[in-house]
């Protein structure tokens, strides 16, 4: 079964950082690609990262030069930087396979 665990939101300041993590487990985390998105509320989800298996992750406009997305195979965790954080960049945060997500975590950035 895929579980998926996020954790690392909080409140932080504008201007402030964070570090996401998502602890993988019920498939071969290594040999996946696996996504970053976050929904505001009463706002669709929308896309934030794509971490391929290989290469650099690709990253929504929104959020390019400010959010850096990573994994550590040998860990089975996805981890999301998130720096130079603007008011807008408050929603809740999940990691992705195929159609799963887990729980995710809030991040709240106000002053």
């Known amino acids: 079964e895929v579980h998926l665990v996020e954790s690392g939101g909080g409140l932080v300041q504008p201007g402030g950082s964070l570090r996401l993590s998502c602890a993988a487990s019920g498939f071969p985390f290594s040999s996946v690609a696996m996504t970053w998105v976050r929904q505001a509320p009463g706002k669709d989800v929308e896309f934030v990262s794509y971490?391929?298996?290989?290469?650099?992750?690709i990253y929504a406009d929104s959020v390019k030069g400010r959010f850096t997305a990573s994994r550590d195979n040998a860990k089975n965790t996805l981890f999301l930087q998130l720096d130079s954080l603007k008011t807008e960049d408050t929603a809740m945060y999940y990691c992705?396979?195929?159609?799963?997500r887990g729980q995710g975590t809030q991040v709240t950035v106000s002053s």
């Open positions: 992705k396979y195929l159609e799963t």
């Open positions: 971490i391929p298996r290989f290469g650099r992750p």
